[in-house]
């Protein structure tokens, strides 16, 4: 069974633009779950979406938006770039949303805010 | 509040001695207990996971942990560490749903 791929791995990008990550779960997952990773603050929960519908936001700005589709495949957007976006943006994919769910990650996408 | 602390931000340890990675936690309920691993360019891998039931949880690569209710913690261990553990490690506990707080890592590195 084919793991959770994540696209692009890398991007580069200028402050004030926005950016598009896509998350594909593993097939018959429906959650989907997005972490932020940086040296500074480690991994941070971002948001959970279970059915096309988000279930738990973190602490992080509007600018930092996600969607799921019907077939389980997730984006997650972040307009008005700032260096501090900067970061490693990891998906996770689990067959529901139970916490004693296993939580599969994927390689991550490296964002570079310039 | 839910939170998890990993005291040690690095260790070194020599090949073939043992190690002991230490994660404490906070959590009102019942806590759902991972570790992770991750290696320079990857994901997460998951080693073990701790529901309820026995306190000494086997997972892969010859790791296991302890859970301890009665000190808030959830120390991995290996027996014989092998040159390539070398990576970071990450205790996390589950809540909210998929919603997991990780520690800051752990970072072994492992000495020929």
């Known amino acids: 069974k084919a793991g959770v791929t994540q696209t692009p791995r890398y991007l580069i990008k200028t402050r004030g633009q926005q950016v598009t990550l896509s998350c594909s779960p593993i097939s018959g997952h429906r959650s989907v779950s997005w972490y932020q990773q940086t040296p500074g603050q480690g991994l941070q929960f971002l948001f959970e979406y279970f059915s096309e519908t988000q279930r738990n936001k973190g602490n992080f700005p509007g600018r930092f938006s996600g969607r799921q589709f019907s077939n389980s495949r997730s984006e997650m957007n972040v307009s008005t770039l700032e260096l501090g976006d900067s970061a490693l943006y990891l998906c996770?994919?689990?067959?529901?949303?139970?916490?004693?769910?296993?939580?599969?990650f994927g390689p991550g996408t490296r964002l570079t805010v310039l | 509040a839910q939170s998890v602390t990993q005291p040690d931000i690095h260790i070194t340890v020599s090949e073939g001695a043992s190690l002991e990675l230490r994660c404490n936690y906070s959590?009102?309920?019942?806590?759902?207990l991972f570790w992770y691993v991750q290696s320079p360019g990857q994901g997460l891998q998951l080693l073990l996971k701790y529901f309820s039931g026995d306190t000494l949880v086997q997972g892969i690569k010859g790791f296991e942990a302890e859970f301890k209710r009665s000190q808030s913690s959830f120390n991995l261990r290996k027996p014989s560490v092998h040159w390539s553990d070398a990576a970071e490690y990450f205790c996390?506990?589950?809540?909210?749903?998929?919603?997991?707080?990780f520690g800051t890592g752990t970072s072994l590195t492992v000495i020929p």
């Open positions: 996390a506990v589950g809540a909210n749903g998929n919603q997991f707080y």
């Open positions: 996770a994919s689990s067959l529901t949303s139970r916490e004693t769910d296993t939580q599969y």
């Open positions: 959590y009102g309920a019942t806590p759902y």
